[in-house]
């Protein structure tokens, strides 16, 4: 089965731009959650779909961060305006409703300059 | 109380040696607690996960060890390999893996020849 895409793999943009993020989970997984993994860190939640619906954006920065998943396939993660404390990598997860684990994307190394 | 704690946030072991990593946890609501394996440039891949109703699973040379009463949760890996050199996560969910993981902040595992 394929895995879950993200594009593009790298950006790097200056402070106060805008961003965008793609995400397409593997095909049937209702549920998709993007993922903030700063370097050194473990990966933070910042939002969770359930097919087009949030579960969870508790930990979203609704000032600054939006994402929305249309049709309750692919999903776009945007950042406007981008701070320096942004840069890290973002990571697009799938799973399907048996708790069996997720498949996470290869993710976006987003650097602000 | 939603903090997954990891240590050690290095370790080196000898090809053909146990590694062992260790998780303590606050939230007696978790039920379920997976390990990752991330590799530079790649997303977290689930390697193995552990319910509260038993007290060790073991997947070929991976094994998580888990204290309910302690609220603690090991992975060893049997017979070291250099391939296993990689970033572990532990981390935890509520509701059987149906909600957001929270990860412990990794462990950097390096096998020496």
């Known amino acids: 089965e394929a895995g879950v895409a993200q594009s593009p793999r790298y950006k790097i943009i200056e402070k106060r731009q805008s961003v965008a993020f793609w995400c397409n989970p593997i095909s049937g997984h209702a549920t998709l959650y993007w993922y903030q993994q700063i370097l050194g860190q473990g990966p933070k939640l910042l939002i969770q779909?359930?097919?087009?619906?949030?579960?969870?954006d508790s930990q979203l920065p609704k000032d600054r961060f939006s994402a929305e998943r249309l049709k309750g396939v692919d999903s776009t993660l945007k950042i406007q305006p981008a701070k320096l404390e942004d840069s890290a990598v973002y990571l697009c997860?799938?799973?399907?409703?048996?708790?069996?684990?997720?498949?996470f994307g290869s993710g976006t190394r987003l650097t602000v300059v | 109380q939603q903090q997954v704690k990891q240590s050690p946030q290095s370790l080196i072991v000898q090809k053909g040696g146990i590694s062992i990593i260790n998780c303590a946890y606050e939230?007696?609501?978790?039920?379920?607690f997976p390990w990752y394996q991330q590799f530079p440039g790649k997303g977290p891949a689930l390697l193995i996960a552990?319910?509260?109703?038993?007290s060790e699973k073991k997947e070929g040379r991976f094994t998580i060890s888990f204290n309910k009463s302690a609220k603690q949760f090991s992975l060893h890996i049997m017979d070291s390999q250099p391939g296993d050199s990689a970033t572990y996560f532990c981390a935890a969910s509520i509701n059987f893996g149906n909600e957001k993981l929270t990860f412990g902040t990794g462990t950097r595992l390096t096998i020496i020849p």
């Open positions: 779909f359930q097919n087009n619906g949030v579960v969870d």
């Open positions: 997860a799938s799973s399907l409703l048996t708790g069996d684990g997720y498949t």
């Open positions: 552990i319910r509260p109703d038993v």
């Open positions: 939230n007696t609501a978790f039920d379920y």
